[in-house]
């Protein structure tokens, strides 16, 4: 995915301008329409969700009925594209917004099977699908804007980050993820773009040092992937959350480390969190409400609570039946759902 540069976007709305200025000058409606027809090919040279807004209004002006409507429209053009010269496909622009049907604004995720493209791999135990991350940096980042992952497992935050244009530090604890993860990455690394993977421990890494070595002073946004507490178990070491003896340990470390990043998160920035709850002695345990209010407690406004379905994963694979029957006798409900929380820095 290729990021437009600003001077090919200047450029054609600097002739639709000029066009839409003489169209405002202009009384009769036959010529304003002749001139527009004429002009539709300007669109062509507009990145994506540009484009598309462009030809919607070309094509209502050339369906107006009157001066007055034409106007009105040749108008709505300027307005959109006024503060568009820097954008691109990888960019938000809320005076495009009608032409983002890509982004969610709802609160139920049914995303379907994990994006397997450029890189994205099942081979981890406990990854998440590359859609979350998507969503979230398409609608609250910009592009080289730095994301910061703590839990980065096989990359999936640090990867869609390169395919958007942003930079990423992610951290992992596992050595034997860290040096797979590394070289997946740097095989995709694009200029203009960083990757930083740190092998350490989110509670102790030096995120200072971190910033200072990549020149940074600040992140702009975190996303957070933990484990589940001990439902999966990712490695020996008793750092790692998933060795975590009890919930109140797991909870008083994850804190620790969200409190961390957030102390090197800008103000307004935005941090995600997907997490899913846990089954245990009979009875469910709300993990993701709890680090949900762990969060909310740091001073941490709540934008986003996100039900996201859950798809065919490594641990019920092949194992349908089987999580049926022991849901049916015990009289639980197998987990089909997780969340996505998403908080901004006041």
């Known amino acids: 995915m290729s990021i437009t540069s600003e001077n090919t976007i200047a450029e054609p709305l600097k002739r639709l301008h000029v066009l839409c200025e003489s169209l405002l000058a202009e009384g009769d409606l036959n010529k304003i329409k002749e001139e527009t027809a004429n002009a ?56 495009l917004w009608k032409a983002y049907d890509e982004i969610r604004t709802d609160s139920l995720w049914i995303l379907g099977k994990r994006d397997r493209e450029a890189g994205h791999k ?11 991350p998507h969503q979230l ?42 040096s797979r993860t590394s070289e997946v990455v740097q095989s995709l690394q694009q200029t203009g773009t960083r990757a930083d993977i740190i092998l350490g421990d989110s509670y102790t890494v030096d995120l200072k040092q971190v910033m200072e070595r990549n020149g940074i002073s600040h992140f702009d946004m975190v996303l957070l992937h933990p484990p589940y507490w001990d439902i ?21 470390r994850f804190t620790q480390i969200v409190k961390r990043s957030i102390d090197v998160l800008k103000p307004g920035g935005y941090m995600g969190l997907v997490i899913g709850d846990a089954y245990r002695d009979g009875e469910i345990v709300p993990l993701g409400f709890r680090c949900m209010d762990a969060v909310s ?50």
């Open 40 to 95: 539709v090919r300007l669109a062509d040279d507009a990145p994506e969700p540009l484009k598309s807004v462009i030809l919607d209004h070309m094509n209502r002006i050339l369906g107006s009925r009157g001066v007055d409507r034409a106007h009105y429209y040749v108008k709505s053009v300027m307005k959109d594209t006024g503060n568009s010269g820097k954008s691109s496909s990888l960019e938000f622009n809320i005076n």
């Open 232 to 252: 999966i178990r990712f490695s020996d070491d008793q750092a790692d959350l998933s060795t975590s003896p009890d919930m109140e340990s797991f909870m008083s």
């Open 297 to 346: 407690s740091l001073n941490m406004k709540i934008k986003g609570i996100i039900v996201k379905d859950i798809q065919n994963t490594r641990g019920k694979r092949s194992s349908e039946n089987l999580w049926r029957y022991r849901a049916l006798k015990s009289g639980f409900y197998v987990f089909k759902h997780e969340y996505v929380f998403v908080f901004q820095k006041p």
């Open 122 to 132: 099942g081979w981890y135990w406990g990854n998440f699908v590359p859609q979350i």
């Open 137 to 178: 940096m398409m609608r609250y980042t910009r592009t080289s804007d730095w994301i910061l992952d703590p839990f980065c497992g096989s990359g999936t935050t640090l990867i869609e980050a390169i395919r958007m244009g942003r930079n990423s530090v992610g951290i992992e604890i596992n050595p034997e993820v860290f």
